[in-house]
């Protein structure tokens, strides 16, 4: 995708959404966007720097104004992509946790999930030391090779995701991926309780919290230009000195 260099007609142009896209403008193919339908209240967020060559967008949606919020991402890993793209991930998913209860990631990431190499691999763990877990299951492409699993989808409320379909069929060489969001906690049974987990401050250690402090890269604070991703990333090494 660039701006202002595909043809009439090939870029959706449909009625009652807002599109949301970040568009790759130094090489062919690559960028990804979002159509988000005007009825839910939505604002995009930038989780890296401006300058970051991650290809992603982020989006926090809403119902309604009182309603239950989520972020949702889509972002694209090119094939053969060196570390610095998990990196890039690694930092939106531990900012993302800071500030967002329930987060949604899915995208081309070209990492074949079918391939039992892949079952340990450093993507799978950056998401599941998060809290997120992947919920598609089948293939999403077909090549020379077999099938393939690239299209992930991670979610950390895998209750609130239901009808995931692939369908094999698309304008593409990989199979979209539809699935159902269900918004809020849904209808609760009669005998239902709620349960909240907190910190246990019992064994809590003031020394050793204020070693873990100091041991901090505090220098790379330094990176952002942005005040405010400044202060969330700070939030997000206090955070995690206290786990």
């Known amino acids: 995708m660039k701006p202002g260099s595909t043809p009439p007609g090939l870029i959706l142009n449909l009625q009652l959404t807002t599109t949301h896209r970040y568009d790759r403008n130094d090489a062919k193919g690559g960028g990804v ?3 988000i339908k005007n009825s839910l209240i939505c604002r995009q967020i930038d989780l890296l720097d ?28 090119p094939p053969n992509s060196t570390s610095e ?16 209860n329930e987060i949604i990631v899915t995208g081309d990431f070209n990492i074949n999930l079918l391939d039992a190499t892949s079952a340990n691999c450093k993507l799978i763990k950056i ?8 919920v598609i299951n089948t293939a999403t492409r077909e090549d020379k090779n077999p099938y393939t699993l690239l299209d992930h989808l991670y979610t ?3 209750d609130r995701i239901s009808k995931i379909i692939v369908p094999v069929y698309g304008l593409s060489d990989h199979y979209p991926i539809c ?5 809020g906690r849904g209808k609760c049974g009669k ?6 987990t907190y910190r246990n401050f019992k064994n809590f250690s003031k020394e050793n919290f204020v070693q873990d402090l100091a041991a901090m ?7 952002y230009a942005d005040v405010d991703k400044k202060a969330r990333m700070l939030e997000c090494y206090v955070y995690g000195c206290a786990k």
């Open 179 to 183: 699935f159902t969001h269900k918004f």
């Open 191 to 196: 005998n239902h309780h709620e349960e909240i």
């Open 33 to 35: 966007a979002i159509y």
């Open 85 to 100: 793209r998990l990196d890039q991930i690694t930092q939106m998913i531990e900012l993302a946790s800071c500030h967002w």
């Open 156 to 158: 950390t409320h895998e």
């Open 50 to 77: 401006k300058e970051s060559s991650a290809e992603y967008v982020c989006i926090e949606i809403k119902q309604h104004a009182a309603g239950t919020k989520f972020l949702f991402i889509v972002f694209y890993r």
């Open 217 to 223: 890269p505090w220098k790379t604070l330094d990176a």
């Open 127 to 134: 998401f599941r030391d998060a809290g997120l877990k992947q």
